[in-house]
């Protein structure tokens, strides 16, 4: 057992200010490492100490693992935490940390590597009952072998690079006659990307639903899960909305889901916060496909639910501590929403929007928090992830939560530059969205950037149609309010 008295936390944005956050509440000093882009950004000013570790680029700053820890030794750190990305899930930077005798807040580097090989952890997790999509458990190599086997498991199927995740390296295969060619691909991409040529091959479950189960676990042996998120709202592997918990879980699957989350954790000797994610079919077979060890970008929606710090958490854990709670002790408290405020154009494919937040009022109210790493008058920089907010709506139902994030919506102004908040809104009111009935294919299925546009000129069309039942003095104020910064007429009422 060994009390953190200083962390430093090798990140930036908005999750570097949430870990400071939590660890001010511990009494533990903070450190913050930033790029010369950063200079002037709120977790630099948040911290106790800060350290410049180079300029902009992350492969000059945030990913050079030397820099940070000569930032600890600076400094007398005694801990660092990664935060989501830059290091996170970098089994070496884990073992260095260790090595120069820090405290790294996380699961250890076997565990990370583990992971890292989606066919290593397969083949971990089968010995504990979880169940798999079909597939094959051996990288492929043999192409006639490889064509025998898929026509076994019945077209479509996936080939996967087993050092890929999140989506990186996977090709569909229709039919046979493809084969071969996405077989090359895959393996090329494969080798570029990761320096690993290894592909596998799994049947392709055409439209799932990705639900995700929060685990931790301690450094005795127990470990819990926190229930699941919902994260099936996603374009190109980005997720936009998350929820928890899943609107299509029953008590029953929860509970076999959840074991089987604990499985895979057991079965990598895991401890800290780490996640596991399954796809769910339409007849709701789950199958387990990876595990990110790390604190997920979207942990707030479990955190709403459970009212648990899940930083603390992750603290305590790293000095030695025991779990706290059993997996008996655990509830869900009613339901929560997040969407993701990233500075992209919704209308225009979502190209980066990046710019100056002109205007930027954060909503308010009962139940609603914003995680952000920015104010009013600040620069996006696009050095790193769009990424501008994420906006968490906590209610007793599903239902009521919506309708707060959409209230919530329409009270974030944010000027200067376009959001995906409209796009959020969009899916907010669809009806595959509140009747709970959609997959990962939803912004495929129903969204069209014309549909944004269309709603926009609605509202736009509305207020002219107002302005002209009235007299011309009122216009002219009308005119007056909507020309100043606040208005967010334009902005979010799409
Ligand atoms: C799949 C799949 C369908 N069948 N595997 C994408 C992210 C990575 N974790 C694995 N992914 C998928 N694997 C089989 N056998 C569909 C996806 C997938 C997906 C998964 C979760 C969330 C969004 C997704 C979007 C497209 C595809």
Do not use: W
């Given at each position: 057992m060994k009390k953190i008295k200083k962390l430093l936390v090798a990140n930036r944005g908005e999750i570097a200010l949430r870990i400071m956050r939590s660890a001010r509440e511990m009494g533990i000093k903070?450190?913050?490492?930033?790029?010369?882009?950063?200079?002037q950004a709120l977790h630099v000013r948040f911290a106790d100490e800060a350290i410049c570790i180079g300029p902009p680029p992350s492969a000059q700053s945030y990913l050079v693992m030397e820099k940070i820890i000569a930032?600890?030794?600076?400094?007398?750190?005694?801990?660092?935490?990664?935060?989501y990305g830059f290091l996170s899930e970098n089994e070496d930077f884990a073992a260095l940390v260790r090595k120069e005798g820090f405290i790294f807040i996380g699961p250890s580097p076997e565990s990370i590597e583990l992971m890292g090989s989606k066919l290593a952890a397969k083949a971990a997790v089968a010995k504990f009952n979880v169940p798999l999509v079909p597939g094959t458990s051996e990288p492929i190599s043999d192409l006639a072998k490889a064509k025998k086997i898929a026509t076994e498991i019945g077209y479509p199927i996936l080939i996967k690079a087993s050092a890929g995740g999140g989506g990186k390296g996977m090709r569909i295969v229709d039919a046979e006659p493809d084969f071969e060619t996405q077989m090359d691909r895959a393996?090329?991409?494969?080798?570029?990307?990761f320096g690993?040529?290894?592909?596998f091959i799994e049947k392709y479950v055409t439209q799932p639903r990705h639900i995700e189960f929060q685990i931790f676990g301690d450094q005795h042996g127990n470990v819990v899960h926190l229930f699941e998120r919902e994260c099936s709202v996603q374009r190109r592997h980005q997720k936009v909305i998350e929820e928890a918990p899943s609107s299509v879980l029953t008590p029953a699957l929860r509970k076999?889901?959840?074991?089987?989350?604990?499985?895979?954790?057991?079965?990598?000797?895991?401890?800290?916060?780490?996640?596991?994610?399954?796809?769910?079919?339409?007849?709701?077979?789950?199958?387990?496909?990876e595990m990110n060890t790390r604190l997920q970008v979207e942990h707030p929606v479990t955190e709403e639910i459970t009212g648990l710090d899940l930083v603390k958490l992750q603290i305590l854990i790293a000095e030695g501590e025991k779990l706290p709670f059993k997996q008996e002790d655990l509830k869900i408290n009613g339901h929560a929403i997040e969407v993701r405020?990233?500075?992209?154009?919704?209308?225009?494919?979502?190209?980066?929007?990046i710019g100056t937040l002109k205007t930027y009022i954060r909503p308010q109210g009962h139940g609603i928090r914003v995680d952000d790493g920015f104010e009013q008058g600040m620069a996006v920089p696009f050095y790193y992830d769009p990424m501008i907010a994420k906006m968490i709506c906590h209610d007793s139902t599903r239902e009521r939560a919506i309708t707060k994030t959409i209230r919530a919506i329409d009270e974030y102004t944010i000027t200067g530059?376009?959001?995906?908040?409209?796009?959020?809104?969009?899916?907010?009111?669809?009806?595959?969205?509140t009747s709970g009935n959609f997959d990962t294919k939803f912004v495929e299925k129903y969204f069209k950037p014309e549909l944004l546009r269309?709603?926009?000129d609605e509202t736009e069309e509305l207020l002219a149609a107002l302005l002209a039942t009235l007299p011309t003095e009122k216009v002219a104020q009308v005119a007056a309010i909507e020309s100043t910064p606040v208005s967010n007429w334009k902005k979010n009422r799409t």
């Open positions: 903070t450190v913050a490492v930033y790029s010369e882009a950063d200079r930032a600890a030794k600076q400094t007398g750190a005694d801990a660092i935490h990664p935060g393996v090329s991409e494969a080798k570029s990307a690993d040529g290894s592909v076999k889901m959840g074991e089987a989350a604990v499985n895979v954790a057991k079965a990598a000797n895991y401890y800290n916060a780490g996640t596991v994610e399954f796809i769910v079919d339409e007849n709701l077979n789950f199958y387990f496909l405020v990233y500075a992209e154009d919704p209308a225009n494919n979502f190209l980066p929007d530059l376009e959001t995906t908040l409209s796009f959020c809104r969009f899916v907010l009111k669809h009806e595959a969205f269309a709603q926009q």
